[in-house]
Every structure is written in C-alpha cells, then in structure tokens.
C-alpha cells in the first residue's frame, strides 16, 4: 500500500513506516494461507504488542503512546490492508481496552491499564447477544450483586476473540430493564464458569475467531465494575464511536489493497492490443474506486480530529462507518470484475478481499443502525 499521508508528526511518519514494515515482512505473506487454514495468528498480535502497537492511543503513564485517533486509524488501515484479521483484531483490542482507560477509578487505570496495553494481552469485547445484537439494550446476561461481588449469567455472541482473548470487557444487567440497567465489567480469561461456543465458521475473516462466551455463574469481585452501576450501556455507546472509526478505517484499508491490484492488474492485463487500463470503461471504474477510496479516508480522518480536538464526533463516525464499508463492498467487488476470471479465484487476494469486506457493513452497528443515527442527528438538526 502507498498512500501518501499527512501526518502530524515526525514521530508519526517513523510510526507508519515501522507499520508498514511489519506488514509487508510479516503479516501480507501469510494472510492467504493462514485464512484457508482458519489459523488464528497469535504471534503476530505478540510481535505488534511488543513494537508498541497495541496501545497507541493510550496514555504514556500507563505504557501507552498517546499518539492522535488521527495516527492512530490510519495504523489500523495499513494493518487492515495487509490482512483485515489482524487490523481488525487491533481495532477490537483497543476498543475493549477503552472503557478502563475512559471510566475506571484511577486506582482501577493504575492497576489495570499498563498489563491492558502493554502488548502482552489480547481484550474482547462482550455486547451482542443471541436475541440482542442491534438492540443491545434488551440484553439479558445478569451480574448479581451480593456480598461477596457480582455473580454472571448468559450468553455473549460474535465476540471477536472469543475464547482466545486475555480478557474480555462486559456489559450486563445488573438492575431493571433497559439500557439503565446495564454496567460494565472487567474479566479476565481463566476464571471458574467462563466458557466459549465454537468458532463460528465464517464467509470471511477466518483466521479471526468468533464465538459466544458463555457465564455459568462467574464470580467477579466487586472491583471489576467499571464505572458506576447503571452506566455501562452510555460506556458501551462511547466505546462503539471510536471503534466505528476502527471499522471505517479498515474498510478504507481492505479496499485500497484490492484496488492496488486491480488497478496493478488493468495497467499489465492488454487485450485487443491495449492495456485494459486505457478502455474507457475500466479506467472510469477505476477512476471511481480511487475516488471513493480518497473520499471514505477524508471521512473518517475528519471525524477522528473531532475526536481529539474533544468535540462530539458521533454522528461523523457513524457517517464514516457507513459510507467507508458501502465503498468498501463495492470497491472490492469491482475489483474482482476487473480481473474478470482471476479475481474469483485465490491465485489473487481480491476474491478475499470481498469476502471480507461484507462482515464490515454489519459488525459494530449494522449499516441500516448508522442510517439510524444520522437520521436523528438530521432530525435534531445536528447533523
């Protein structure tokens, strides 16, 4: 991938060129052959935690980088594009991450955030449920209270990292009905009662587990609540803003890589004694792609400098996600019709790339939720 980047500084540049070695040395290469295998790249998250890449948005005095949401994505996109799995699994990591670093008490950030961050562990994060998937306030997993901490009930489902995961961020209901019911919790893997479905067996992403997690009476101390009772679905709805970002930012970085093969393809490919370039009719498709490409990456950088100027950026993710994972499906899926024959089969990654491209119109908020979103924002005239 060579995109010409504006960064903010010169620590960023020395950032994305260290990423983008990585990638190119380690993680492109074996994305093909790991994904037909349904191997889960555990080292690789090994490798980028112990390069600093696992907390970059994260305070220094916890082990983080403090870089910018800004440098930030654009990190996840050059990871995305070499192989969503990983660029994903980063982008969930640092979601799960955040409601410790967002709203847990300073003894809590203190003790908890520099093993979160410090590249040693992996997070998952515990919204969805079997019934509850877009109405994430009707979820029914129960973290009792009683005197010796809260006891844990239910069922998780499409969790990223599921059963792989060193800890997993929950939101459960501990009091009523309804989105004031619901807290957030810390858990770390291992404890008595925790349990994971099988992977579910996937179009795309298959070297990235997803599973439910299951609560057979967990016991949690009472120090693992993050924030207030009652506060863990307004933690849910904060952490979700910024992982649309993620999302965004990984679409942009799926579809870029297979426009670089297409676009890579069309300049080589002659027939009829022409590049298929210099048709009309695949270099306007091209034209298009690169442009919706450029436009989806404009996006979703304008609403992470909102974010670290500390305005409301909600509505601009929930845009950002939207339209870089519409253009996304569409990029690739056009990159395999430039291709024509070679793009359906593995010999090259478009057909991947496709397949991948489709989980990210539905996971972090559907695209139909994001329509959502911007329809109130429009009818509060805040849009």
């Known amino acids: 991938m060579s995109v010409d980047r504006i960064l903010p500084t010169p620590e960023a540049h020395d950032l994305l060129d260290l990423v983008r070695e990585l990638a190119a040395k380690e993680i492109a290469p074996r994305a093909a052959a790991d994904e037909a295998a349904g191997r889960f790249p555990r080292d690789l ?32 996109e050059e990871l995305a594009g070499a192989w969503l799995a990983v660029g994903l699994g980063v982008s969930v990591h640092t979601l799960s991450c955040f409601p410790v670093s967002a709203y847990g008490g300073a003894g809590q950030r203190a003790e908890l955030m520099p093993s979160l961050i410090g590249g040693e562990l992996l997070g998952a994060y515990c919204l969805s449920e079997p019934q509850s998937g877009s109405d994430a306030a009707a979820l029914s997993t129960r973290a009792a209270e009683d005197a010796d901490g809260y006891l844990v009930d239910g069922v998780k489902a499409w969790i990223t990292h599921g059963g792989v995961a060193d800890f997993y961020t929950l939101m459960a209901r501990t009091s009523g009905e309804g989105a004031r019911g619901v807290s957030c919790f810390h858990v770390p893997a291992g404890l008595d009662g925790l349990s994971f479905g099988a992977p579910e067996r996937k179009m795309g992403m298959r070297s990235s587990p997803t599973a439910q997690v299951r609560f057979d009476g967990v016991r949690l101390p009472r120090e693992s609540l993050i924030g207030s009772p009652g506060q863990g679905f307004r933690i849910a709805l904060a952490a979700l803003d910024g992982g649309r970002l993620g999302i965004a930012a990984c679409a942009v970085g799926v579809a870029q890589a297979a426009f ?66 519409d253009m996304c499906m569409k990029v690739t899926t056009d990159a395999v019709q430039v291709l024509g024959g070679y793009g359906y089969v593995e010999d090259f990654p478009v057909e991947r790339h496709m397949r991948e491209a489709k989980v990210l119109q539905i996971v972090e908020g559907t695209n139909q939720i994001q329509r959502l979103v911007i329809s109130r924002a429009v009818a509060r005239g805040s849009a």
């Not at 980028?48 to 440098?71: D, H, I, K």
Request: charged share 20%; hydrophobic share 45%; no cysteine.
């Open 45 to 76: 998250y090994t490798l980028l935690g112990s390069s600093g890449l696992l907390g970059l948005p994260y305070a220094e005095e916890y082990g983080g980088a403090a870089q910018p949401y800004e440098v930030y994505l654009q990190v996840i």
């Open 260 to 325: 670089d093969v297409a676009s890579a393809y069309a300049r080589e490919r002659r027939q009829f004694g022409s590049r298929l370039v210099d048709f009309q009719g695949l270099g306007f498709m091209l034209a298009d792609m690169a442009t919706s490409i450029a436009a989806a990456r404009s996006l979703y950088l304008e609403a992470a400098r909102l974010r670290d100027a500390g305005r409301p950026y909600g509505t601009r993710a929930a845009m950002a996600k939207l339209f870089a994972t």
